[in-house]
């Protein structure tokens, strides 16, 4: 079958409905992830969905696919993504499909496949299943595998709540901005002890506000704005399918995610010293110098939430985070990301300690930090684009600290840290663009490599900044 092989990324498929993906490929995808369970033996999967509008004719071709190979399937219908992740260890299976794009706006769709518990494809995996569905070399089964449904949600409810005790009752502003959590959250936390006060709560797939990205800067202060007129405690944003989120404390403060990466890093190690905490090379330099004051061993690795997983795992780490709101605590939860529960984490923290986030906040070292910054670049020229940016980089900052291909396998770009904050250039392991972020601690620095960062982009006319994927360009201005 011929397929866009570029919706094939490094860890899941993406791609745009009626364009990449149709009723035809999905449940040829379908039927090439059936054959690569198989061959592994699994012959169980769980599937849920988000709200895209695409989701509901994917999750019936995607069904058909997969139970064509044998596969007996849960049907767990409308979902966050941590409650697929959930309905693995519910019903005992290592199969489990999400069908989503998460952070991708509207008009894509995309499908994260499981490989064991809380465990998602690798690259190779990924390419495995690609050449399934090109060559359609799909597993033939004489019986075709059975359907039922479920419904988890009472069962993911007590399950996260019996790992969280609140102190105090909080204020807490959430915003969905139309997406799937709107039809979990707000039960979750009033049953956990918040007054919750919701915002864009009725799922739309349409994403009639833009899309639910805690990532941008316009979501988040939108969220902002809501919290100071509220008075709340808290504020959070949550994606589309419910696993990361992006937070701003009482006074209305954007709290980037690596600086949430800290505040776990930090709750953790207070009770396992010297543990590993892992952390993807978009963070701040706030997290190791928070993880090295707290005793803890700070790792920096790969984007990506498969890979950061499978760095826990290997290094029997106690926690791992990234800029983009994937959390994963391996304390005392199931090591994947959920992002329900780490708000709640959150607010546990705050409610032990009997302080505020803007306090604790005050209590980490201080940087001028962008946001993460996301800029159109096609997926057949990203990567050159970022090869030939990293050698004029690192020759324009030889005494800068590299990270780089030579430090972590794999091609996330490259990142330059120096005392007083960090550049990074990378491109996108799951869609067609680049990103950047960069810090210092005085304005005058912050501003210079600000310009450095955009007059360096704005030399590769293979840049499409009015692209639909490009997020907080205002922070490059």
Not at 192 to 219: H, L
Not at 371 to 381: N, Q, T, V, Y
Request: overall charge neutral.
């Amino acid at each position: 079958m011929k397929i866009n092989p570029e919706i094939f990324r490094n860890y899941d498929i993406r791609g745009i409905v009626d364009k990449d993906l149709n009723i035809k490929n999905v449940e040829a995808i379908a039927k090439a992830y059936g054959t690569f369970l198989n061959r592994r033996k699994i012959r169980q999967a769980v599937v849920g969905r988000d709200c895209r509008l695409s989701g509901k004719d994917f999750t019936k071709a995607f069904i058909k696919g997969l139970t064509a190979t044998g596969v007996d399937v849960i049907d767990l219908g409308m979902i966050m993504t941590q409650m697929m992740y959930y309905g693995q260890y519910r019903f005992q299976v290592n199969g489990g499909v999400m069908i989503t794009a998460s952070h991708n706006p509207f008009n894509f769709n995309g499908f994260k496949l499981g490989v064991g518990f809380s465990k998602t494809t690798e690259m190779e995996e990924v390419q495995e299943i690609r050449k399934y569905v090109e060559n359609e070399n799909f597993f033939i089964s004489e019986k075709k595998g059975k359907i039922t449904k479920a419904d988890i949600k009472e069962d993911y409810f007590n399950d996260v709540l019996k790992r969280i005790r609140l102190k105090k009752k909080f204020k807490v502003v959430v915003d969905f901005r139309h997406g799937t959590p709107g039809m979990y959250v707000p039960e979750l936390f009033a049953r956990a002890g918040c007054e919750t006060v919701c915002i864009r709560q009725k799922v739309d797939g349409s994403f009639p506000d833009g899309t639910p990205d805690p990532i941008d800067k316009q979501f988040i202060e939108e969220l902002a704005k809501i919290v100071l007129k509220e008075k709340a405690d808290f504020g959070i944003g949550f994606d589309g399918d419910g696993d990361r989120i992006g937070v701003v404390d009482e006074k209305g403060r954007i709290l980037w995610n690596d600086v949430l990466v800290a505040i776990f890093a930090q709750e953790i190690l207070e009770r396992f010293p010297g543990s590993k905490i892992i952390y993807n090379g978009l963070c701040s330099r706030v997290v190791p110098e928070v993880v090295n004051k707290n005793g803890g061993v700070p790792i920096i690795w790969r984007t990506g939430h498969s890979f950061i997983k499978n760095k826990i795992a290997e290094e029997s780490a106690t926690f791992g985070g990234e800029l983009s709101g994937h959390f994963f605590f391996n304390d005392n939860a199931y090591g994947h990301d959920d992002g329900s529960y780490a708000a709640l984490r959150v607010l546990e923290y705050l409610s032990d300690k009997n302080t505020t986030l803007s306090k604790l906040y005050e209590t980490f070292p201080v940087y001028i930090s962008s946001p993460e910054i996301k800029i159109g670049c096609p997926d057949e020229k990203k990567a050159e684009v970022i090869k030939d940016l990293s050698t004029k980089f690192k020759a324009d900052f030889p005494k800068a600290k590299i990270t780089d291909s030579k430090n972590i396998p794999g091609d996330d770009g490259t990142r330059a840290d120096f005392n007083d904050g960090m550049i990074i250039f990378r491109y996108s392991q799951n869609g067609p663009y680049i990103t950047v972020k960069f810090e210092a601690k005085a304005q005058n620095i912050y501003n210079a490599r600000k310009k450095y960062v955009r007059e360096m982009l704005e030399s590769y006319p293979e840049m499409i900044w009015q692209d639909e994927l490009s997020v907080n360009l205002d922070s490059l201005k």
